[in-house]
């Protein structure tokens, strides 16, 4: 285990190297949930409620629904994607340790620095736009859990799109598609609720939707299926016992030359 918390104290050091860098990507965050809170709350001048939301609540998604997608990048992913295009993945199997822990490990570095980044916008963004709603601590605990059970979930999730790069060189592709169906599917640009309800309700028990609109319906104190609870910890452990039959398939792919 101490091997791979270096790893996680690693990646955290290596983020805090570019301070100008971590200093511009708040500061590009901030200003997109700036401009998406200014246009909606453009639209919600014309009418009080949009499909069960006020100004105040959905301010308060567009701010989180911002800040999960930044803990859910795609990191894990993209970085076997590129061990596995270059083949370094070859020489990672003879080390000591596992290579997808490690990634896990590693991608939990990167979460802490974000999560350093969500705190510091929910600091901020109230001071520049003071429609924000605040639940109770027992609300705060429940999010806190699905948002990680959430987070696990994807990461999960990336694992399998990486390890779609020992079947094409084409990992640029795997990443749109994958931004473009997280994005569609797990609330990012608009909660659920605003989709076709046929289709809002098969999004709503799919892995995606347990990142983001689900967490975030909890913080408002929205009406939830309590059966999705269940249904997130059913997806944990099949989600891990799928990634671990591709990633035993996928190592039966690789090619070893030498002499």
Same mark, same amino acid.
């Given at each position: ?92 199997? =003879? %080390?000591?340790?596992?290579?997808? &822990?490690? /990634? #896990? ?7 802490? *620095?974000? @999560? ?102 909890? =913080? %408002?104190?929205?009406?939830?299926? &309590?059966? /999705? #609870? ?7 452990? *099949?989600? @891990? ?19």
């Amino acid at each position: 285990m101490t091997k791979y918390l270096h790893v996680t104290r690693q990646m955290i050091i290596l983020q805090l190297q570019y301070k100008s860098f971590f200093i511009a990507t708040l500061v590009s965050m901030l200003v997109k949930i700036l401009v998406s809170l200014f246009v909606w709350q453009t639209i919600f001048a014309a009418q009080s409620e949009v499909n069960g939301y006020d100004l105040t609540t959905f301010t308060t998604y567009i701010i989180f629904a911002n800040l999960l997608n930044n803990l859910n990048s795609f990191g894990i992913g993209r970085d076997l994607a590129s061990s596995i295009i270059r083949g370094n993945i070859t020489g990672e199997l =003879l %080390l000591p340790y596992s290579p997808i &822990t490690a /990634l #896990f490990f590693n991608d939990i570095g990167l979460k802490i *620095i974000e @999560a350093v980044k969500f705190l510091l916008v929910l600091i901020i963004i109230p001071l520049a736009h003071p429609n924000f709603y605040l639940p109770d601590a027992k609300t705060w605990g429940l999010f806190l859990l699905t948002s990680l059970l959430g987070m696990f979930m994807v990461q999960l999730m990336d694992l399998g799109f990486g390890l779609l790069s020992f079947y094409t060189v084409n990992t640029w592709g795997l990443l749109i598609l994958r931004e473009g169906i997280f994005n569609l599917s797990a609330g990012v640009l608009l909660p659920l609720s605003f989709y076709p309800a046929p289709i809002a309700k098969v999004l709503s028990f799919l892995p995606y939707s347990f990142a983001v609109n689900f967490p975030i319906n909890i =913080l %408002l104190g929205k009406e939830v299926d &309590t059966n /999705l #609870f269940w249904l997130q910890l059913i997806w944990v452990p *099949i989600l @891990a016992g799928l990634m671990y039959f591709l990633w035993q398939e996928a190592k039966k792919r690789l090619v070893i030359f030498g002499g």
